[in-house]
């Protein structure tokens, strides 16, 4: 398996000389799998780049799942290529009732003037909508979902493929009880055992005190659920819009000392814009 970030920076993209190793672009992840199969995880911003791919490689299909449809997990679909494209194939795949219809509610209010000039008419390409949460087989990968602790909901991701296990959970407060939220142990169940664990790390414990109930974690945090699941790699995602790449790396710094301090099996780094990590 083979994940490839395409944004991993949350709330909105931002750039500047400052933010130029771990980039800008706000939430997508392209994972594949050695049968040729290719999921997306989100439309931030991040989708655009990844759009002119695929119609470099000539792609006709694109199966993308949502987290949840804030603004920043969103954005990038109108200047998602592959959606002017005939004969392109592109199903969204949505949390059942608590957000309604992506296609329906989301997709086509994206497409209406004043806010964006291109009619939803102008898309030409076959999109489908796929209510999904629990368990789901496609493109050689098994999904498993699991509910966030965000306000106004969303989920999580479990996505496994020829025994490699990528776990995906953004946008996810541990340290609030959100409406509809899992227990901890419920995420550890989640994540245990596998071989990365992408989480939310917005805040520093410090920043936190007067963030809580935002809808977000501590990289602390994080590496605590990290650790309680034995996962093997940490990924910490989801980069507060202030924080620069000197911020970023203290962050991680701070968990690997824990780590260290801690004795544990761990490996945890920031996830950065266009790395792409081999499972
Ligand atoms: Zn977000
Ligand atoms: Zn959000």
Known sequence: MEIVFWGSRGSVPVCGPEYARYGG???????????????????????????????????AQADIFFT??????IMGLPFFQPLYQPGFSINLYGQPRLQGDIHKLVFKELFRPPHFPVQYSRVMSDVNYQ?????????????????????????????SSS??????????ELGHFHRGRASFEEYVRFARDADLLVHDSEFTPAEYRKKKGWGHSTCMQAMELAAASRVK????????????????????????EEITGKQLALECFGVFQGQAVRL
């Open 25 to 59: 672009e706000t939430t997508c992840v392209e994972v594949r799998n050695s049968s040729g199969g290719r999921i997306i995880l989100d439309a931030g911003t991040g989708i655009r780049r990844l759009g002119t791919l695929l119609l470099q490689e000539e792609s």
């Open 68 to 73: 949840h449809t804030h603004w920043d997990h």
């Open 131 to 159: 209510e999904f949460q629990g368990r789901l087989e496609v493109q050689g990968f098994c999904l498993e979902t699991i509910s966030l602790s965000h306000p106004n909901l969303g989920q999580g991701f479990r996505i």
């Open 163 to 172: 025994g490699r296990t990528f776990v995906f959970l953004t946008d996810n």
């Open 233 to 256: 790699r940490l990924g910490l995602f989801h980069h507060n819009q202030d924080r620069n790449d000197e911020g970023v790396d203290l962050m991680v710094q701070q968990c690997v």
